[in-house]
C-alpha cells in the first residue's frame, strides 16, 4: 500500500489531481528557494569586492546561495523523475492544446532551474566564466515563471480547479 506521501491517483484518464503529496510539497519548497536565491544573489558581489572585507551575513548569504543551489538542482532532477514515473502509470491520451502549451512551459522551467544550479556550481567550482550562462538563464526563469504564474491566475479567475492540483491536501 503506498504512503500518503507518494500515492498518485493516477489510474483515471484526466486526474484532478494529478500530483502527490510529495510532488506537491517539492513544488513549493523549490518556489520558496528559488525566491531566497535571488535575495542571496545580491550579496555575492559584496563578497567578492577587493576594497570592502564582507559581512558576516553576506558570508552567510554567499554560502546559503551555494549550498540551497545545490538542493534545488537534486529536488528539481527528483521531482523530473516523479512526474515522469506518474505519467508512465497514467492512461495515454491525446492531450490538448492547453495541456501541451503547459507541459512545454513546465518542462522548460525544468530544463532552466536544473541548468541555472548546474551553471552555478560550474562557475563556483570549475570554471568561472559559466557565470554568463548563469546570468542569462536566471532572465529565462523569470520569462516562463512569469508565463506559468499568469496561466496559474488565469485557472484562478476560471475556476476550474487547476490551481487546486497543487494545494496539498494532508487528509
Ligand atoms: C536554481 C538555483 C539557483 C538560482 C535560481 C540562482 C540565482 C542566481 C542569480 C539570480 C544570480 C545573480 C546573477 C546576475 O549576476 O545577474 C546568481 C549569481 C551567482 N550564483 Fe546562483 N543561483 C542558483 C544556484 C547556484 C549554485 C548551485 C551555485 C554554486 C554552487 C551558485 C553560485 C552563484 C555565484 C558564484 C554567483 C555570482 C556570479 C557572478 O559573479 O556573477 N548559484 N545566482
Ligand atoms: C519559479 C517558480 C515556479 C516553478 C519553477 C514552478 C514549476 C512548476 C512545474 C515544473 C510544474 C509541473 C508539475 C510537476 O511536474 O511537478 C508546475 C505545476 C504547477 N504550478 Fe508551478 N512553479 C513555480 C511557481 C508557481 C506559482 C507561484 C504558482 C501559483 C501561483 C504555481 C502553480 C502551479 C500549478 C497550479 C501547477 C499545476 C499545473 C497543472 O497541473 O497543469 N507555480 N510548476
Same mark, same amino acid.
Given at each position: 500500500?503506498?504512503? /500518503? =506521501?507518494? !500515492?498518485?491517483?493516477?489510474?483515471? /484518464? ?5 500530483? !502527490?503529496?510529495?510532488?506537491?510539497? *517539492?513544488?513549493? =519548497?523549490?518556489? $520558496?528557494? $528559488? ?8 550579496? &555575492? ?14 558570508? *552567510? ?8 543551489? &545545490? ?6 532532477? *527528483? ?23 503547459? !507541459? $512545454? ?35 529565462? $526563469? =523569470? &520569462? *516562463? ?27
Amino acid at each position: 500500500m503506498p504512503s /500518503k =506521501l507518494l !500515492s498518485d491517483p493516477c489510474n483515471e /484518464k484526466r486526474p484532478k489531481r494529478p500530483y !502527490s503529496l510529495l510532488q506537491i510539497l *517539492l513544488h513549493w =519548497l523549490v518556489v $520558496i528557494l $528559488i525566491f531566497e536565491q535571488w535575495y542571496t544573489s545580491r550579496a &555575492i558581489p559584496r563578497t567578492h569586492n577587493p576594497l570592502l572585507p564582507p559581512s558576516d551575513a553576506d558570508l *552567510l548569504q554567499h554560502a546559503l546561495h551555494i549550498y540551497a543551489g &545545490i538542493v534545488i538542482g537534486i529536488v528539481m532532477a *527528483l521531482r523530473r523523475m516523479l512526474a515522469y514515473a506518474s505519467y508512465r502509470r497514467r492512461p495515454q491520451i491525446r492531450p490538448r492544446l492547453t495541456e501541451r502549451l503547459a !507541459s $512545454i512551459v513546465h518542462g522548460g522551467l525544468y530544463f532552466a532551474v536544473f541548468f541555472q544550479a548546474a551553471t552555478g556550481f560550474v562557475t563556483t567550482y570549475l570554471w568561472g566564466p559559466a557565470r554568463v550562462f548563469h546570468a542569462y538563464l536566471w532572465d529565462v $526563469i =523569470l &520569462i *516562463l515563471a512569469s508565463v506559468h504564474i499568469a496561466a496559474a491566475v488565469y485557472h484562478l479567475i476560471r475556476g476550474d480547479g487547476v490551481l487546486r492540483r497543487m494545494i496539498p491536501r494532508f487528509r
